[in-house]
């Protein structure tokens, strides 16, 4: 058995292969003049390959690279490919919103799977039902909320776990599970008169208590600097906010902080200043249920 990092493992293979005394082999990528992306695999692998890349910017380029790898080791007569998707790029297009629209999360699904995947492994995709709704080879999301919940622990003065709206209620419910306390989900309110939006925790009062504001991605920030600003005006003490993946599109992280935020953290799905939380031990123990 062999673990393949690819150009944006992130050290999650590295680190994988670690936690279960698996060699690594490293990809060698390149690009040519005309900006085709080149892979190689640079030695014989064993029956099972586990290959990493996370779906990261440059996203297309990334996915190129990750198709050709897994070609490549079939080539190599690898008899098993589990694949380990870190952050799953595309998985928000998950329906046709407008007519003629695609539904792209099923292309990266099915493409994989028709090249030859045994099995997938990703980290708190958009939508869950993607996997159930476009797969038929085994597949598993992990959410690294134990992660999460452990990087808060005993730092936090009476916390309160929040979600930014209610899609994100579970991820909130299972950190507070970890850190024995209680959460809740923000409602948007809209002033009919002044049209100023307001988000605010649908039961539970947040006066004099630090904020856990938990999500899956924070992309330009919007929600999350809202939610930030509406629970110090509500009498927060300090407002912490923590992701899966930390895309930080056009200055939100400047957003976020200027909002009142005290910390930001994510994990090391995608790479930012803000990845401190490593998801590798909880991608390690849902590998051993496909190995």
Known sequence: MNVLALSHSNGIAARISKYLDIPLIRAQRKKFPDGEIYVRIPQALDDTTIIVQSLEYPQSENFIELLECIEAARGLNTQRIITIIPYLAYARQDKR???????????????????????????????????????????????????????????????????????ALKRAKLVAEQLNTDFDYNEKKRDRITGEVTVLPRKINVENRDIIIVDDIISTGGTITLATKSALENGANKVYVACTHALLINGALDRIFSAGATEVVATDTVKSPISKISVAPTLANALKEFI
């Open 97 to 167: 919103f407008l007519e003629g629209e695609p539904i792209t999360v099923k292309i990266i699904l099915k493409t994989l799977e028709s090249l030859g995947v045994d099995a997938l492994i990703t980290v708190d995709i958009h939508q869950e039902r993607s996997l159930k709704e476009w797969l038929s080879i085994p597949a598993r999301n992990v959410l690294p909320y134990k992660e999460i919940a452990s990087y808060f622990k005993n730092k936090l003065e009476s916390p309160l776990v929040l979600a930014p709206d209610k899609g």
